[in-house]
C-alpha cells in the first residue's frame, strides 16, 4: 500500500485503493493482514469524507468568500447534479437537482445518487480483472446527500468509450477495455446495443449506458465512471419528470430476466432496435408486478402466519424491519413497491406482516419529511436543526389522543404514504391509527438508525417492546448526537469474513476460539449482505463457513447433533436465499450439493435419511453439470464431478441389494467418465475394477 502523502499534500486515495485491491495472499494470516489495511484505508477515507462533507454542508449558506471549502463545478463540468468540491484529495458533488431535470424535486435526485453508488458496487463485484473504478462513499447529513469518491488521472483525452457529451458524440476505440465492460455486462444480464451519436454519422456497440465512460487513465489503468443509469428503468409514468433517471430496475430484478435487458431502453439516445428492448424492459417490469412481488407477500404471510403462536405473539423489532427490507431488494423489489407487497399480505391470515411492512413505509416517508425540512433551514449551525428534529418526534409520538399528532398521521403522512407507496392502505384504513398501524418502537429505531440519530432514550418515559409515546416534550438536550450516516463498499466486509472464515478452519483452535471466529466472520458476513442484499458470493461464503463448520465440529465431538443441524439447517437457508439472488449461478448447487454429501455421510444418520440426503445432493449436482454448466469455472466443474461420483459410491455402500449397488457403481462411472481431472480418471478406473 503506498504511504500517506506528506504534510500539506493531497493524498493519493486512487493509488491507494486501487494497490491494496491488488493484492492476495495465499496465507490466511498476510491476507487478513492486508484486509485489515484496507479496512482502515476505507476508515480514513470516510473519516475524511465526513469531515469534508460536514464543512461544505455547513458553509452552504455562508458567504461565498467565507466557505471553508470552495466549490469547483466550474472547472469540472456535468450536466446533472449539484455543485462539486474537493477536499483533501477526495472529489465531492451534491445529489441535487439544480439543473431542474427531475422538475425541481432534490429527492429525486438523491435516488438517482443512490443508483451511481449502488451502480458502482455491482461493477466491483463483477471483479473482471484489470477494470478499475473510483471508490465511492454515498453521505447523507442534514438532509443532504454527497457522493465522495477518489480523484482517478483521467480528463477528455483519455475517453475510449461510451459519450461525455450526452449522447452528442460516441466513441469506442479501445478493443481490451470493450472486452472487459462486455464481460460486465454478461454477468449483470445488459444487453448490447448500437448506439448513434446525435447526427447519426458514428455509432458504437455498447454494454452499459452510452453516457457510462470508459477511460485509459494517465496511470495505464482501465477505469469505467458514471454508471448512475446501469440498469434499465421502468416503463416510464406520465407526469413524474426525470422517471428514467431514477425508477430503476433492480440488479436482481435484472438477472431474473430471461432475456437481457438494455441500459439505454426509453431513452431519448440514437438507439437501434429501442422499441424491442422497450419492450423487454416492459415484460421484466411485468415479472415483477405479477410474479415477484406476490411471492414476497406469500412469503411474509407464510413467515408471520397467525396460524404460527410462536412467530404471530412475538414481539416486532428493528431488526425484523431491516430484515424485510434485505429480503425485498433480494428479491429484485424496489421498496416504492412496497405497498403492493403490503396489498398482496391478507388481514386475517397475517397482521403481523402487514404491521413490519407498514412500520418499514412509515419510517422512510418520515425520514424524507424530516429530510425536506431539513435542507429548508438555512443556519450554519447544529441548532436549528436539533429544533426541527425535536418538534417532529414530539408530534409524531405525542399521546394518541393528541389533535396535531392525528392530524399528522391521518393528514399528512397518510397523503404522503398513498403517493409515494401506493396501494398501502386497504378501504379499512380510512383513519390510521398509530398503535395498530406500525410498531413505534421499530419505527422509532428504523428513523433513528437510518438518519445516524442517536436520542436519549431513559428521558422516553414509555418504551417498550413495541409502545413509545413522548408523556412529555423532549428537548435539544435530549438529541444526544445527529452524525452523517456514510454507506461505502461491501467487498472489505465480504473478503475479511471469508479469510477469517478460512482462517478458523485451518486453525486447530478450541471450540470457544472456533466459535469466536466464525461470530466474527458472521458479523461481516452480515454487513456485506446489508450494504448489498444480493452479494451472492457473501451468502454462498457464509453457507460454506458454516456447512465446513458443522461437519468439523461435529466429527470432532465438539457439539450436539442437534447443534450441528441446526448450523447445517441455517446454511441451507442461505443457499435458498442465494438461489433467488441468481438462480443461474451454477456455484450455488455445487455448493449445496457437497453439503448433503457431507451430512449424508455421518454414520450416526439413519440408513434411510442418508440415502434421501444422497437423492438430494446428486439432484443439485446434476442441475450444476447441465443446464448452470456454463456458469462454473473448471476447477469447480471438475470438483462437483468428482465429489457427484464419490456420493454415489456411498450411495453404492448403503444400498441394500447386489443390483441397487451395480446400478449405483455404473452411475458413478458414467459421471467419472465426463471429468478430465487426474483423481476422477483415478477414481473412475476403480469403480471400473470393482465392476470387474
Not at 397482521?351 to 407498514?358: L, M, N, W, Y
Not at 426541527?388 to 399528512?412: G, M, Q, R, T
Not at 438529541?479 to 461505502?488: D, G, M, N, P, S
Not at 458472521?522 to 460454506?544: G, S, T, Y
Request: charged content about 25%; glycine content about 4%.
Amino acid at each position: 500500500m503506498a504511504d500517506p502523502a506528506p504534510p500539506g499534500a493531497a493524498r493519493d486515495w486512487n493509488e491507494e485503493f486501487q494497490r491494496i485491491q491488488s493484492e492476495y495472499y495465499d496465507d490466511y494470516e498476510e491476507e487478513i493482514a492486508r484486509l485489515q489495511r484496507f479496512q482502515k484505508l476505507i476508515d480514513d477515507f470516510s473519516r475524511v469524507a465526513r469531515e469534508g462533507s460536514e464543512l461544505i454542508i455547513a458553509d452552504l449558506f455562508a458567504v461565498a468568500d467565507l466557505r471553508r471549502v470552495k466549490p469547483i463545478t466550474t472547472q469540472v463540468g456535468g450536466i446533472a447534479g449539484g455543485e462539486k468540491y474537493s477536499y483533501q484529495g477526495i472529489f465531492f458533488k451534491f445529489a441535487t437537482d439544480s439543473k431542474g431535470i427531475f422538475g425541481g424535486n432534490d429527492d429525486a435526485a438523491m435516488k438517482a445518487g443512490a443508483h451511481e453508488w449502488r451502480s458502482y458496487l455491482e461493477l466491483a463485484d463483477c471483479r473482471v480483472p484489470g477494470l478499475h473504478f473510483p471508490f465511492v462513499a454515498i453521505i447523507d447529513r442534514r438532509g443532504y446527500r454527497l457522493l465522495a469518491q477518489t480523484m482517478i488521472p483521467i480528463d477528455e483525452s483519455t475517453l475510449v468509450y461510451g459519450s461525455r457529451d450526452g449522447g452528442r458524440t460516441v466513441v469506442s476505440n479501445n478493443a481490451e477495455l470493450v472486452g472487459r465492460v462486455k464481460r460486465v455486462a454478461k454477468h449483470l444480464n445488459l444487453a448490447s446495443h448500437v448506439v448513434w451519436d446525435e447526427d447519426m454519422k458514428e455509432s458504437i456497440k455498447a454494454f452499459t449506458p452510452i453516457d457510462c465512460e470508459g477511460h485509459v487513465g494517465h496511470d495505464t489503468r482501465l477505469y469505467l465512471i458514471d454508471p448512475a443509469r446501469l440498469f434499465p428503468p421502468e416503463p416510464p409514468i406520465q407526469g413524474i419528470r426525470g422517471a428514467r433517471l431514477f425508477r430503476l430496475l433492480r440488479p436482481e430484478l435484472v438477472r431474473l430476466s430471461r432475456r437481457s435487458l438494455c441500459s439505454d431502453a426509453f431513452s431519448r439516445f440514437q438507439v437501434e432496435g429501442l422499441e424491442n428492448f422497450n419492450r423487454d424492459v416492459q415484460l421484466a417490469h411485468q415479472l415483477l408486478l405479477n410474479v415477484v412481488i406476490p411471492e414476497f407477500s406469500a412469503w411474509l404471510s407464510d413467515r408471520y402466519s397467525s396460524a404460527d403462536p410462536k412467530t404471530s405473539n412475538s414481539p416486532i423489532y428493528h431488526h425484523d424491519v431491516v430484515e424485510i427490507e434485505v429480503e425485498a431488494h433480494r428479491r429484485g423489489i424496489n421498496f416504492r413497491h412496497l405497498g403492493l407487497v403490503r396489498r398482496g399480505i391478507v388481514e386475517s391470515d397475517a397482521p403481523k406482516a402487514r404491521t413490519v411492512v407498514a412500520t418499514a413505509i412509515a419510517a422512510r416517508v418520515i425520514k424524507n419529511v424530516i429530510r425536506t425540512h431539513s435542507r429548508a433551514v438555512k443556519a450554519t449551525s447544529e441548532t436549528a436543526f436539533r429544533k426541527l428534529l425535536v418538534s417532529y418526534f414530539n408530534l409524531i409520538f405525542a399521546p394518541a389522543d393528541d389533535a396535531k399528532c392525528s392530524e399528522f398521521w391521518n393528514k399528512h403522512l397518510k397523503d404522503r404514504i398513498e403517493k409515494s407507496f401506493p396501494s398501502t392502505l386497504s378501504p379499512s384504513e380510512a383513519t390510521l391509527h398509530r398503535g395498530e398501524f406500525v410498531n413505534e418502537r421499530a419505527l422509532l429505531d428504523r428513523i433513528n438508525n437510518m438518519m445516524g440519530i442517536n436520542l436519549n432514550q431513559s428521558k422516553l418515559p414509555e418504551i417498550g417492546a413495541s409502545k413509545v409515546e413522548c408523556g412529555r416534550a423532549l428537548t435539544e438536550a435530549d438529541v444526544l448526537e445527529i452524525a452523517a450516516v456514510v454507506r461505502t463498499s461491501n467487498r472489505v466486509s465480504l473478503d475479511q469474513a471469508t479469510a477469517i472464515a478460512k482462517k478458523s478452519l485451518a486453525s486447530s483452535s478450541t471450540t470457544s476460539e472456533t466459535r469466536k471466529l466464525l461470530k466474527e466472520a458472521e458479523e461481516n458476513f452480515k454487513l456485506a449482505i446489508e450494504l448489498k442484499p444480493d452479494d451472492i458470493r457473501a451468502i454462498q461464503n457464509w453457507a460454506l463457513s458454516l456447512a465446513f463448520q458443522a461437519s468439523r465440529l461435529e466429527r470432532s465431538n465438539s457439539i450436539t447433533e442437534e447443534e450441528a443441524e441446526q448450523m447445517y439447517s441455517s446454511a441451507i437457508d442461505k443457499l435458498q436465499s442465494a438461489v433467488t439472488v441468481n438462480k443461474n449461478d451454477g456455484r450455488t448447487h455445487v455448493i449445496w450439493g457437497n453439503l448433503l454429501f457431507e451430512m449424508a455421510s455421518s454414520s450416526t444418520r439413519a440408513r434411510p435419511s442418508r440415502l434421501r440426503l444422497i437423492k438430494e445432493a446428486c439432484e443439485h449436482y446434476h442441475v450444476a453439470t447441465t443446464s448452470l454448466r456454463e456458469s462454473l469455472r473448471e476447477a469447480i466443474l471438475d470438483d462437483c464431478v468428482f465429489n457427484w461420483g464419490q456420493c454415489l459410491l456411498l450411495q453404492a455402500e448403503l444400498d441394500s441389494s447386489k443390483s441397487s449397488r451395480i446400478e449405483s457403481l455404473k452411475s458413478a462411472s458414467s459421471i467419472y467418465a465426463k471429468s478430465n481431472s487426474l483423481k476422477a480418471k483415478q477414481a473412475h478406473a476403480l469403480v471400473l475394477a470393482t465392476l470387474g
